[in-house]
Structure formats: C-alpha cells, structure tokens
C-alpha cells in the first residue's frame, strides 16, 4: 500500500467554483502534513501546512482527519491561476523523510 | 538570496555514461534531499541527509550515490546511467523541523 494516495484527476472546474481535494496516508503516526503545489515541469512549492485544528489562508483551506487519516484541501473562488497539480505530503514519524503523493491535477476553465 | 539551486537544468547521456547532479543551497539548513520525478508517479526520495556528513538511503538509492560537501553542497551521481534512469531530478532543503525547498530541477535524458 502507497504511504500516500490522491486522486489524479483532472479535476475540470469553471472559475469561481468550489474544489475539494482529498489525500489518505496510511501511516496513523504521521506528524506532519503540508499540501504543495508544482506547476508544470516547474519544482513544488508549498502551498500550506496542515495543523490538527485546520486552517486557513485566504481562498484555501486545509483540515486534517487523524481518525481516518486524511487531509483535505478545499479552494474557493477558484482563478485560472489555480491551475496545477496539488501534491499531498506526510512526514510519518521521521522529520528527515517525507512521502508525497502522486498529485492531483486542476484546471481552471474560464 | 538563490534559495536552492541545481546544475545542470538539462542533461542527455549515452547508457552506461556517468555524472554527477550538483545542488547547494544557501538558507543554512541541515536536511537536504535528492528525489526522482517520473509522469503519474510522484516525487521519490533516492537519498538523504540530515546533516552535514551523514547521508541514508531512502525509496529508490539502487544505481546512485550522494555526497553531503558541506553543509551547503549535497551532490548525486550516476556511475553507470541507464534508461530507466531518465527522469526530472529535484533537489530540496529543510530546516530540522519543516517544510521544503526545491530547486527547480534537473532533466535528464538516458539513451
């Protein structure tokens, strides 16, 4: 089983919709989250942290599940500019590893 | 401030050619780390090292080797390239307790 999974997509979204993305890791004592976005052929950048109480940052949000061990993405208002692959990374117990799922890819449609 | 760089940014070798990927970042940080991109399959880690001098194997280490410089440098090397070894190879850096930063990449092609 892969330490980390999401859907590939492509999610094909209109501008100004709601998305949510979902990625289950199969560690349960996994500490540390982060969503990263990565545009093409370009290098991953992050986007957020996940924190146990969920949060937010402008159009994003990001919760985390620990009792089914998944976390979550959920833009709003989406922009031609949210057009990407959103990776979901999980540091399982060891802060020098971390595992990263195979992305979820986004299009923005005008 | 360059963040975390990498060369070459394009590469294409003959099978059984060696090179060596070379990073080095700038942000003092002791984690760095070599992964592998290849299409529908995600970022592998191939090697890391959590500080200066010590280095470990992660997912996919078979076919390559890595020396931690210094703190700054962490370089990788193909001994014998093959094939199946054509990839996007990222290199990143951490603080002890965080997040990443990439470079933007090396394209490597094998023939």
């Known amino acids: 089983r892969k330490e980390v999974e999401q859907d590939p997509g492509p999610f094909n979204v209109p501008e100004g919709a709601t998305v949510a993305f979902n990625c289950t890791y199969s560690?349960?004592?996994?500490?540390?989250f982060f969503w990263y976005r990565q545009d093409c052929r370009k290098e991953p950048k992050l986007l957020m942290s996940?924190?146990?109480s969920g949060n937010e940052d402008g159009r994003f949000t990001a919760q985390l599940n620990r009792a089914s061990q998944y976390i979550s993405l959920l833009i709003r208002d989406s922009k031609l500019s949210d057009s990407a692959t959103y990776l979901c990374?999980?540091?399982?117990?060891?802060?020098?590893?971390?595992?990263f799922g195979s992305g979820t890819k986004l299009n923005v449609k005008p | 401030n360059a963040g975390v760089t990498q060369t070459p940014k394009f590469q294409v070798l003959k099978t059984g050619q060696s090179m060596t990927l070379q990073c080095a970042q700038d942000m003092n940080h002791n984690s760095m780390y070599w992964y592998r991109q290849d299409p529908g399959m995600g970022l592998r880690l191939i090697y890391y090292?959590?500080?200066?001098?010590?280095?470990d194997k992660g997912e996919v280490p078979n076919g390559y080797n890595v020396s931690r410089l210094n703190k700054r440098e962490f370089s990788l090397r193909l001994e014998s390239a093959a094939p199946s070894q054509t990839s996007v190879y990222f290199c990143?850096?951490?603080?002890?307790?965080?997040?990443?930063?990439f470079g933007p990449g090396t394209r490597l092609t094998v023939l």
């Open positions: 990374v999980v540091n399982p117990y060891n802060f020098n590893k971390f595992y």
């Open positions: 090292s959590a500080s200066e001098g010590t280095t």
């Open positions: 560690n349960s004592a996994s500490q540390s």
């Open positions: 996940v924190y146990s």
């Open positions: 990143a850096s951490s603080p002890a307790r965080g997040t990443q930063y």
